[in-house]
Protein backbone atom coordinates (compact mmCIF):
# COMPACT_ATOMS: atom_id res chain seq x y z
CA UNK A 1 0.00 0.00 0.00
CA UNK A 2 0.92 3.54 -0.46
CA UNK A 3 1.85 6.24 2.11
CA UNK A 4 2.28 10.30 1.97
CA UNK A 5 3.62 11.71 4.82
CA UNK A 6 3.55 15.63 5.57
CA UNK A 7 5.46 15.41 9.30
CA UNK A 8 4.98 19.14 9.21
CA UNK A 9 1.83 19.42 10.65
CA UNK A 10 1.59 23.70 11.28
CA UNK A 11 4.29 26.15 10.12
CA UNK A 12 3.99 30.05 10.66
CA UNK A 13 6.10 32.69 8.70
CA UNK A 14 5.87 36.33 8.42
CA UNK A 15 4.88 37.87 5.33
CA UNK A 16 7.45 37.64 2.37
CA UNK A 17 9.70 35.02 3.99
CA UNK A 18 10.22 31.82 1.86
CA UNK A 19 8.57 28.85 3.23
CA UNK A 20 8.85 24.79 2.19
CA UNK A 21 6.42 22.12 2.37
CA UNK A 22 7.86 19.08 2.73
CA UNK A 23 6.27 15.74 0.79
CA UNK A 24 7.16 12.33 1.45
CA UNK A 25 5.99 9.17 0.09
CA UNK A 26 6.04 5.76 -0.39
CA UNK A 27 5.06 3.17 -3.08
CA UNK A 28 6.13 0.22 -4.87
CA UNK A 29 5.15 0.60 -8.15
CA UNK A 30 7.28 2.66 -10.79
CA UNK A 31 4.66 4.67 -12.07
CA UNK A 32 2.35 7.34 -10.18
CA UNK A 33 1.30 10.69 -9.98
CA UNK A 34 1.94 13.61 -7.35
CA UNK A 35 -0.55 16.18 -6.34
CA UNK A 36 -1.08 19.15 -4.58
CA UNK A 37 -4.16 20.60 -3.08
CA UNK A 38 -4.39 23.47 -1.36
CA UNK A 39 -7.43 24.07 1.64
CA UNK A 40 -7.79 27.80 2.21
CA UNK A 41 -10.02 28.70 5.29
CA UNK A 42 -13.48 28.68 3.42
CA UNK A 43 -13.05 24.48 2.71
CA UNK A 44 -12.87 24.38 -0.86
CA UNK A 45 -9.97 22.02 -2.20
CA UNK A 46 -7.44 23.88 -5.06
CA UNK A 47 -5.48 21.40 -7.11
CA UNK A 48 -2.14 22.85 -7.72
CA UNK A 49 0.10 20.83 -9.75
CA UNK A 50 0.63 17.10 -11.01
CA UNK A 51 3.40 15.72 -11.32
CA UNK A 52 4.04 12.18 -12.81
CA UNK A 53 7.18 9.75 -11.92
CA UNK A 54 8.76 9.81 -15.77
CA UNK A 55 9.11 13.87 -14.82
CA UNK A 56 11.91 14.52 -12.26
CA UNK A 57 11.87 18.20 -13.73
CA UNK A 58 11.09 21.44 -11.10
CA UNK A 59 8.22 23.25 -12.02
CA UNK A 60 7.44 27.36 -11.02
CA UNK A 61 4.43 29.32 -11.20
CA UNK A 62 4.68 32.41 -10.36
CA UNK A 63 6.07 32.71 -6.59
CA UNK A 64 5.47 28.40 -6.47
CA UNK A 65 7.67 26.13 -7.39
CA UNK A 66 7.89 22.40 -6.99
CA UNK A 67 11.35 20.17 -6.21
CA UNK A 68 10.42 16.15 -6.94
CA UNK A 69 13.17 13.80 -6.36
CA UNK A 70 12.50 10.13 -6.57
CA UNK A 71 16.24 9.35 -5.07
CA UNK A 72 14.52 10.94 -1.57
CA UNK A 73 10.92 9.86 -2.29
CA UNK A 74 10.07 13.33 -1.75
CA UNK A 75 7.60 16.32 -3.54
CA UNK A 76 8.44 19.37 -1.64
CA UNK A 77 6.59 22.65 -2.36
CA UNK A 78 8.01 26.15 -2.07
CA UNK A 79 6.15 29.44 -1.81
CA UNK A 80 9.08 32.60 -2.44
CA UNK A 81 7.61 35.98 -0.66
CA UNK A 82 4.57 34.43 1.14
CA UNK A 83 1.60 36.46 1.50
CA UNK A 84 -1.13 36.47 3.94
CA UNK A 85 -3.47 35.07 1.17
CA UNK A 86 -1.34 31.84 1.16
CA UNK A 87 -2.74 30.66 4.40
CA UNK A 88 -3.94 27.76 4.02
CA UNK A 89 -3.73 23.83 4.83
CA UNK A 90 -2.11 22.15 1.65
CA UNK A 91 -2.04 18.71 1.05
CA UNK A 92 -0.06 16.20 -0.95
CA UNK A 93 -1.39 12.85 -2.94
CA UNK A 94 -0.04 10.15 -4.41
CA UNK A 95 -1.95 8.20 -7.02
CA UNK A 96 -0.89 5.07 -8.67
CA UNK A 97 -1.45 4.35 -12.43
CA UNK A 98 -4.25 2.53 -13.66
CA UNK A 99 -5.64 2.57 -10.49
CA UNK A 100 -8.84 4.45 -11.22
CA UNK A 101 -7.32 7.83 -9.62
CA UNK A 102 -7.70 6.89 -6.34
CA UNK A 103 -5.84 9.41 -4.16
CA UNK A 104 -3.95 8.79 -0.91
CA UNK A 105 -3.31 11.63 0.95
CA UNK A 106 -1.06 13.24 3.40
CA UNK A 107 -2.78 14.58 6.19
CA UNK A 108 -2.04 18.08 5.47
CA UNK A 109 0.43 20.92 6.32
CA UNK A 110 -1.62 24.45 8.09
CA UNK A 111 0.52 27.22 7.08
CA UNK A 112 -0.22 30.44 8.24
CA UNK A 113 1.14 33.94 6.92
CA UNK A 114 1.23 36.72 9.34
CA UNK A 115 1.92 40.63 8.87
CA UNK B 1 -13.98 25.59 -11.90
CA UNK B 2 -15.30 22.31 -12.47
CA UNK B 3 -19.13 21.87 -12.32
CA UNK B 4 -19.69 20.01 -9.22
CA UNK B 5 -22.48 20.46 -6.24
CA UNK B 6 -23.19 19.09 -3.28
CA UNK B 7 -26.56 18.95 -1.66
CA UNK B 8 -26.87 19.51 1.99
CA UNK B 9 -24.02 21.59 2.48
CA UNK B 10 -25.00 20.85 6.44
CA UNK B 11 -26.79 18.56 8.31
CA UNK B 12 -27.20 17.64 11.74
CA UNK B 13 -28.62 14.28 12.35
CA UNK B 14 -29.03 11.87 15.37
CA UNK B 15 -27.72 8.40 15.81
CA UNK B 16 -29.76 5.58 14.02
CA UNK B 17 -30.74 7.59 11.30
CA UNK B 18 -30.42 7.18 7.61
CA UNK B 19 -28.37 10.14 5.67
CA UNK B 20 -27.74 10.25 1.80
CA UNK B 21 -25.30 12.78 0.44
CA UNK B 22 -25.77 13.84 -3.24
CA UNK B 23 -22.96 15.19 -5.65
CA UNK B 24 -23.79 16.21 -8.79
CA UNK B 25 -21.59 16.91 -11.67
CA UNK B 26 -22.21 18.85 -14.74
CA UNK B 27 -18.30 18.01 -16.26
CA UNK B 28 -19.61 14.17 -17.71
CA UNK B 29 -16.37 13.15 -16.49
CA UNK B 30 -16.19 8.87 -15.84
CA UNK B 31 -14.95 8.39 -12.38
CA UNK B 32 -16.66 10.23 -9.47
CA UNK B 33 -14.95 9.98 -5.76
CA UNK B 34 -16.35 10.03 -1.58
CA UNK B 35 -14.17 11.00 0.81
CA UNK B 36 -14.01 11.88 4.37
CA UNK B 37 -11.71 14.62 6.07
CA UNK B 38 -11.13 14.35 9.39
CA UNK B 39 -8.07 15.92 11.71
CA UNK B 40 -5.21 14.25 11.71
CA UNK B 41 -6.28 12.16 8.95
CA UNK B 42 -6.08 14.28 6.18
CA UNK B 43 -8.85 12.89 3.52
CA UNK B 44 -9.61 9.21 2.99
CA UNK B 45 -11.66 7.37 -0.07
CA UNK B 46 -14.91 6.02 1.09
CA UNK B 47 -15.96 4.72 -2.37
CA UNK B 48 -15.77 5.65 -5.72
CA UNK B 49 -17.57 5.04 -9.52
CA UNK B 50 -15.75 4.26 -12.73
CA UNK B 51 -18.96 4.51 -14.41
CA UNK B 52 -22.85 4.19 -14.13
CA UNK B 53 -23.63 1.47 -12.02
CA UNK B 54 -19.50 0.93 -11.41
CA UNK B 55 -18.70 1.60 -7.75
CA UNK B 56 -15.90 -0.23 -5.33
CA UNK B 57 -14.35 0.46 -1.79
CA UNK B 58 -12.54 2.41 -0.90
CA UNK B 59 -10.11 2.56 2.51
CA UNK B 60 -12.73 3.76 4.93
CA UNK B 61 -16.09 1.63 3.17
CA UNK B 62 -17.75 0.40 6.45
CA UNK B 63 -21.17 2.02 7.05
CA UNK B 64 -21.22 3.36 4.01
CA UNK B 65 -23.13 2.53 0.82
CA UNK B 66 -23.24 4.73 -2.25
CA UNK B 67 -25.13 4.62 -5.73
CA UNK B 68 -24.46 5.70 -9.49
CA UNK B 69 -27.36 5.42 -12.13
CA UNK B 70 -26.37 8.57 -14.16
CA UNK B 71 -23.38 9.48 -14.72
CA UNK B 72 -24.12 13.02 -13.06
CA UNK B 73 -25.08 12.05 -9.97
CA UNK B 74 -22.88 9.81 -7.09
CA UNK B 75 -25.32 9.34 -3.84
CA UNK B 76 -23.18 8.27 -0.57
CA UNK B 77 -25.65 6.36 2.19
CA UNK B 78 -24.84 6.33 5.71
CA UNK B 79 -27.80 3.73 6.48
CA UNK B 80 -27.44 4.20 9.89
CA UNK B 81 -25.70 7.08 11.22
CA UNK B 82 -23.15 6.87 13.72
CA UNK B 83 -21.15 9.68 15.86
CA UNK B 84 -18.00 8.58 14.35
CA UNK B 85 -19.32 9.35 10.89
CA UNK B 86 -19.74 13.39 11.91
CA UNK B 87 -17.24 14.52 9.67
CA UNK B 88 -16.64 16.51 6.18
CA UNK B 89 -17.64 14.88 3.11
CA UNK B 90 -15.94 15.72 -0.46
CA UNK B 91 -17.36 14.58 -4.07
CA UNK B 92 -14.50 14.55 -6.61
CA UNK B 93 -14.75 14.14 -10.39
CA UNK B 94 -11.65 13.10 -12.89
CA UNK B 95 -11.37 12.03 -16.32
CA UNK B 96 -8.97 9.08 -15.06
CA UNK B 97 -6.43 8.62 -17.09
CA UNK B 98 -4.19 9.97 -18.46
CA UNK B 99 -5.21 13.52 -16.60
CA UNK B 100 -5.79 11.72 -13.22
CA UNK B 101 -6.41 15.11 -11.50
CA UNK B 102 -9.19 14.82 -9.17
CA UNK B 103 -11.44 18.47 -8.86
CA UNK B 104 -13.86 18.32 -5.76
CA UNK B 105 -16.94 19.99 -4.15
CA UNK B 106 -17.51 22.57 -1.75
CA UNK B 107 -18.00 19.69 0.77
CA UNK B 108 -20.63 18.72 3.07
CA UNK B 109 -20.64 19.38 6.68
CA UNK B 110 -22.14 15.95 8.28
CA UNK B 111 -22.91 16.06 12.41
CA UNK B 112 -24.31 13.32 13.94
CA UNK B 113 -25.48 13.50 17.63
Known amino acids: AQKVTQAQTEISVVEKEDVTLDCVYETRDTTYYLFWYKQPPSGELVFLIRRNSFDEQNEISGRYSWNFQKSTSSFNFTITASQVVDSAVYFC????????????FGTGTRLQVML | DAGITQSPRHKVTETGTPVTLRCHQTENHRYMYWYRQDPGHGLRLIHY???????DKGEVSDGYSVSRSKTEDFLLTLESATSSQTSVYFC????????????FGPGTRLTVL
Open chain 2, 49 to 55: SYGVKDT
Open chain 2, 92 to 103: AISRGPPSYEQF
Open chain 1, 93 to 104: ALTLTGTASKLT
